[in-house]
């Protein structure tokens, strides 16, 4: 069976504007590309995931994505769930049958979330819903990649859990810190300091503080 990773990234002037207080623009842009290349990283160590996709309205998002392995696919600018659906298309397309949408930032997740959902999802049917600290969805495995409606944005998780049942399926939770902890907030960033050593996020952050 084959499995590829759908990454979603906003245009990069728009993304974690949650952080202004903390980051310049400029900053909050080599942040977000510094979690997608954790991302990336974890998702190519990943024996199950054949392929991944970066689908984003932002080209330079979308190079960065093709330098570091991925494939990057242009939408323009159709919200999260639209962008979403047209990656999953372009899947298809390709004869995948299995799709694991991850965000882009997620920067503590581990190759080993990665197997560990794929391995949960056993049947022709399945999803798999490993949900957010903010019951959001922070990774969403798919077989076959359009059996449920996506419901991405706030609280997603019970939506996408109700999706599966309606779709006839009984979903199984993956539950992981390193899954749970996407990065909104200022006080997230603390989990970078205390579990994110290795990764190209806390390098960024190290650089940060060191010329403060």
Known sequence: MTTWAI???????????????????????????SMLEDVLNAVHQAPSIFSA??????????????????????????????????????????GVDSVLILPADLPLLKSADVENIIVMASAPKDVVIAPSKARGTNALFLRPPDLINLRFGGESFPLHVKEASQAGVKPRIYRSPTTATDIDEVADLLSIETLGLGTRTHEFLRSLESRS
Do not use: C, M, Y
């Open 7 to 33: 990454i979603p990234v906003k245009r990069l002037n728009e993304a974690k504007s949650s952080l202004s207080s903390a980051f310049t623009p400029e900053q909050r842009q080599r942040l977000v590309l």
């Open 53 to 94: 996709i970066v689908v984003s309205p932002d080209e330079k998002v979308l190079s960065f994505a093709r330098l570091h392995g991925a494939e990057g696919v242009i939408e323009l600018g159709l919200g999260l769930n639209e962008a979403l659906r047209v990656a999953i298309r372009h899947s298809i397309s390709k």
